[in-house]
């Protein structure tokens, strides 16, 4: 959310503030995906939440674009079990797309399906991560 924003936080899911390196795939529309080209695109990850993310972009990616996003979470309590990282792929929408700076914009993504076990690892990843920061 930007500094100028006050009114109220209508998200359903708590988020937190990250500094990730990501990666996206356009999958929809087809003819942005033509234009850019059938490639990963390296990004960075600014907030995560169990709904959805926000990510930087060279590209004006029209809302309602479908993206496929890969990203990497570690839990670092879970040094006892297998269970440590998380490789994730998850599929989402363009919800949002501001600009930042002259090139780049921030583009809100909203998850849309997901597999059980990748939503319950960002929950608890969110939950454990939200005492440290918390984003108002």
């Not at 990616?61 to 998380?86: C, D, G, Q």
Request: proline residues 2%.
């Amino acid at each position: 959310m930007s500094p100028e924003y006050e009114g109220v936080d209508r998200r359903q899911h708590k988020r937190i503030r990250v500094n990730f390196i990501a990666s996206y795939e356009i999958r929809e529309p087809w003819g942005l995906r033509a234009n850019i080209g059938n490639k990963e695109i390296y990004t960075r990850m600014y907030d995560l939440s169990q709904g959805g993310t926000a990510i930087s972009s060279l590209y004006d990616i029209p809302l309602s674009s479908v993206l496929l996003i890969k990203f990497v979470l570690i839990n670092l309590e879970a040094y006892k079990t297998l269970n440590r990282s998380s490789s994730l792929t998850v599929e989402g929408r363009v919800v949002y797309n501001n600009v930042i700076e002259r090139n780049e914009r921030r583009l809100g993504i909203c998850f849309r399906e997901m597999d059980d076990g990748d939503r319950e690892f960002i929950s608890g990843f969110v939950k454990r991560q939200s005492a440290y920061n918390e984003i108002s």
